[in-house]
């Protein structure tokens, strides 16, 4: 080859190379944006180890303290085994960016992985009769053997002492199917129903408040995911977010969805703490709009409410199932423009299905809430507007069985909606309101500004 035509080809390879390096560069640089490029970590408390890199389910890390202790980049996504359970506390350092969260989620196959607030109690001895007794931290509640829904049942003392119900415990003395706790020397009892040794039992201790919690100062744990993770016998929360909205910043982007929430907080008793299995709350009311959807959460205990979320404007409770809550099923305060739509509430004593208080032009649509007793009105409502709230619009629900089907403090649009078998009254609306193409079943009843009324010809109770 003439020695021209190889300076030539020569020229024109090392252009090639150049474009081609040019254009790695280009790609490599958009795959690592908006800063560095996400990361995928994996946990699996069966097999993995916080020393390995934690990159891929053969070099998984082994606890939630190993995620805990790192910063997390926006993108990166954290994936807990599934199958498998951790008896720690998720507290992520930060969270991610706008379109690029921090996600936990789930891989592998079998049961969702499970977070649990509660420690395995062993070492039991006998304290005379069916009692014994463990060394254990300061319990919220017990269960035995994942039951009974609510926990066995919290006594204020030992049998033969002298105490009474309060406010921190359900009964005077132990009894059969139930547990005390003496803070004096951290000694555990129970009295099991059926009298039996707890140690051929599976007994734990919900001794941890929080399965997951997200606290900050402003909106540093915003576009944050929650994803298809079960969180388990906690002591107060299942998950909880929570800013001081420092420089009137809070956390946007947060999304809790396709998650079991089961046996939080303090069972039936409500000591004061506000312990919700589902928790946002921020100091200032704030336009974050937190996403809570397709949720389940049983046995809500405490304060009790389901999903609580407060101050967060444009918030969006979309598709959750509740049952068995010691409050409210879906509750917002002082928030505007909630959007409540398609969930499900029901099974609960002296609590609400769905509640609303100094809030702003909600909508509450297309929800089904069933069996929710009550003794007074203000108890046992399958909707509930309350104080400070104004703008309601209330559409297409299914409402029966409840003390109250509809119950107004203040005005509230009210149409195409179905209640039935209400105990008290299918509406109370103390200030009235708009009623529009509703069903009420058969023989209603009705309050309207504190009066009893009769429907008008065509079934509809005129405006007020």
Same mark, same amino acid.
Request: charged fraction near 15%; hydrophobic fraction near 35%.
């Given at each position: 080859?003439?020695?021209?035509?190889?300076?030539?080809? +020569?020229?024109?390879?090392?252009?090639?190379?150049?474009?081609?390096?040019?254009?790695?560069?280009? @790609?490599?640089?958009? $795959?690592?944006?908006?800063?560095?490029?996400?990361?995928?970590?994996? /946990? *699996?408390?069966?097999?993995?180890? *916080?020393?390995?890199?934690?990159?891929?389910?053969?070099?998984?890390?082994?606890?939630?303290?190993?995620?805990?202790?790192?910063?997390?980049?926006?993108?990166?996504?954290?994936?807990?085994?599934?199958?498998?359970?951790?008896?720690?506390?998720?507290?992520?350092?930060?969270?991610?960016?706008?379109?690029? %969260?921090?996600?936990?989620?789930?891989? =592998?196959?079998?049961? $969702?992985?499970?977070?649990?607030?509660?420690?395995?109690?062993?070492?039991?001895?006998?304290?005379?009769?069916?009692?014994?007794?463990?060394?254990?931290? #300061?319990?919220?509640?017990?269960?035995?053997?994942?039951?009974?829904?609510?926990?066995?049942?919290?006594?204020?003392?030992?049998?033969?002492?002298?105490?009474?119900?309060?406010?921190?415990?359900?009964?005077?003395?132990?009894?059969?199917?139930?547990?005390?706790?003496?803070?004096?020397?951290?000694?555990?009892?129970?009295?099991?129903?059926?009298?039996?040794?707890?140690?051929?039992?599976? /007994?734990?201790?919900?001794?941890?408040?929080?399965?997951?919690?997200?606290?900050?100062?402003?909106?540093? #744990?915003?576009?944050?995911? /929650?994803?298809?993770?079960?969180?388990?016998?906690?002591?107060?929360?299942?998950?909880?977010?929570?800013?001081?909205?420092? &420089?009137? #910043?809070?956390?946007?982007?947060?999304? @809790?969805?396709?998650?079991?929430?089961?046996?939080? &907080?303090?069972?039936?008793?409500?000591? =004061?703490?506000?312990?919700?299995?589902?928790?946002?709350?921020?100091?200032?009311?704030?336009?974050?709009?937190?996403?809570?959807?397709?949720? +389940?959460?049983?046995?809500?205990?405490?304060?009790?409410? +389901?999903?609580?979320?407060?101050?967060?404007?444009?918030?969006?409770?979309? =598709?959750?199932?509740?049952?068995?809550?010691?409050?409210?099923?879906?509750?917002?305060?002082?928030? +505007?423009?909630?959007?409540?739509?398609?969930?499900?509430?029901?099974?609960?004593?002296?609590?609400?299905?769905?509640?609303?208080?100094?809030?702003?032009?909600?909508?509450?649509?297309?929800?089904?809430?069933?069996?929710?007793?009550?003794?007074? %009105? &203000?108890?046992?409502?399958?909707?509930?507007?309350?104080?400070?709230?104004?703008?309601?619009? @209330?559409?297409?629900?299914?409402?029966?069985?409840?003390?109250?089907?509809?119950?107004?403090?203040?005005?509230?649009?009210?149409? *195409?909606?179905?209640?039935?078998?209400?105990?008290?009254?299918?509406?109370?609306?103390?200030?009235?309101?708009?009623?529009?193409?509703?069903?009420?079943?058969?023989?209603?009843?009705?309050?309207?500004?504190?009066?009893?009324?009769?429907?008008?010809?065509?079934?509809?109770? %005129?405006?007020?």
């Amino acid at each position: 080859m003439p020695r021209e035509v190889k300076i030539k080809a +020569a020229i024109w390879l090392s252009g090639t190379l150049l474009v081609f390096a040019m254009l790695a560069y280009v @790609i490599n640089t958009l $795959a690592k944006s908006p800063s560095e490029s996400p990361n995928a970590y994996y /946990v *699996d408390s069966s097999t993995g180890d *916080d020393s390995s890199s934690g990159h891929s389910p053969s070099s998984a890390w082994r606890t939630i303290g190993k995620v805990n202790s790192i910063s997390l980049t926006p993108g990166d996504t954290v994936y807990f085994r599934r199958g498998e359970v951790w008896r720690e506390t998720l507290e992520p350092r930060n969270g991610g960016a706008p379109a690029h %969260p921090v996600t936990f989620t789930a891989y =592998g196959s079998g049961p $969702a992985p499970i977070i649990s607030g509660s420690d395995i109690v062993t070492g039991w001895t006998s304290s005379g009769a069916s009692i014994f007794r463990a060394r254990s931290s #300061k319990p919220n509640n017990v269960y035995v053997d994942g039951g009974p829904g609510w926990g066995l049942t919290r006594a204020c003392c030992l049998p033969g002492e002298s105490c009474t119900r309060s406010d921190l415990c359900a009964i005077g003395p132990m009894t059969a199917g139930s547990w005390y706790w003496n803070p004096a020397t951290s000694d555990l009892y129970v009295w099991l129903q059926d009298g039996s040794n707890p140690a051929h039992h599976v /007994v734990e201790a919900a001794v941890r408040i929080y399965g997951m919690n997200a606290t900050a100062d402003e909106g540093e #744990k915003g576009n944050i995911v /929650v994803d298809g993770l079960a969180f388990e016998r906690t002591g107060g929360y299942g998950i909880y977010f929570y800013s001081n909205a420092e &420089g009137g #910043k809070g956390p946007v982007g947060v999304v @809790i969805r396709n998650n079991t929430v089961r046996q939080s &907080g303090t069972g039936q008793v409500d000591g =004061g703490e506000y312990y919700n299995a589902i928790h946002f709350d921020e100091h200032l009311e704030l336009n974050t709009a937190p996403k809570f959807i397709g949720n +389940a959460i049983a046995y809500s205990g405490g304060h009790g409410n +389901a999903i609580n979320s407060q101050k967060a404007d444009g918030a969006q409770i979309i =598709g959750n199932h509740a049952e068995h809550f010691n409050h409210n099923g879906f509750d917002t305060k002082r928030s +505007a423009s909630v959007l409540v739509r398609g969930n499900t509430a029901h099974d609960a004593s002296e609590a609400n299905g769905i509640y609303q208080e100094y809030c702003v032009n909600g909508i509450i649509e297309n929800n089904v809430i069933f069996n929710i007793s009550g003794s007074v %009105p &203000g108890r046992g409502s399958g909707i509930q507007i309350d104080v400070g709230t104004s703008g309601a619009t @209330i559409t297409g629900n299914s409402i029966s069985n409840v003390l109250t089907g509809i119950y107004l403090i203040t005005q509230a649009t009210v149409k *195409d909606n179905v209640v039935s078998h209400a105990g008290h009254a299918v509406l109370e609306a103390n200030a009235g309101g708009t009623f529009e193409h509703n069903q009420w079943g058969d023989s209603p009843i009705f309050y309207v500004n504190g009066r009893r009324e009769a429907l008008a010809e065509g079934g509809e109770l %005129p405006p007020r």
